[in-house]
């Protein structure tokens, strides 16, 4: 198993940014595929980011490309979500989530799941 934490977020204005980080521990994170995902008072929860086992690519929501950057540091067991041009629309509890399939954009394909950290913007 897999446990998940993410520290790093906060409250920022319009056009600020924030990065997020998910630190991993009982397994070494780079058996995983990483996923970013985001939920909304009364939304469901959505993909935002993902990032292959190696770090080599990288998959985006198109509501979030341009703006966020997924990254990974395999040898500190962390994954890091970088939001920059950040908008009120983007207010929602962000989790990072690991999954055993190589690529998966579907919140069912993902095993293990953080606890969610608070992005909130404001206008």
């Known amino acids: 198993q897999v446990q998940l934490v993410e520290p790093g977020g906060g409250l920022v204005q319009a056009g600020g940014s924030l990065r997020l980080s998910c630190a991993a521990s009982?397994?070494?994170?780079?058996?995983?595929?990483m996923g970013w995902f985001r939920q909304a008072p009364g939304k469901e929860r959505e993909f935002v980011a993902g990032?292959?086992?190696?770090?080599?690519?990288?998959d985006y929501a198109d509501s979030v490309k341009g703006r966020f950057t997924i990254s990974r540091d395999n040898a500190k067991n962390t994954v890091y979500l970088q939001m920059n041009s950040l908008k009120p629309e983007d207010k929602a509890v962000y989790y990072c989530?690991?999954?055993?399939?190589?690529?998966?954009?579907?919140?069912?394909?993902?095993?293990?799941w953080g606890q969610g950290t608070q992005v909130t913007v404001s206008s």
């Open positions: 989530a690991a999954t055993t399939w190589l690529v998966s954009l579907s919140r069912s394909a993902y095993n293990y």
């Open positions: 009982g397994r070494t994170l780079s058996r995983y595929f």
């Open positions: 990032i292959t086992r190696s770090g080599g690519n990288t």
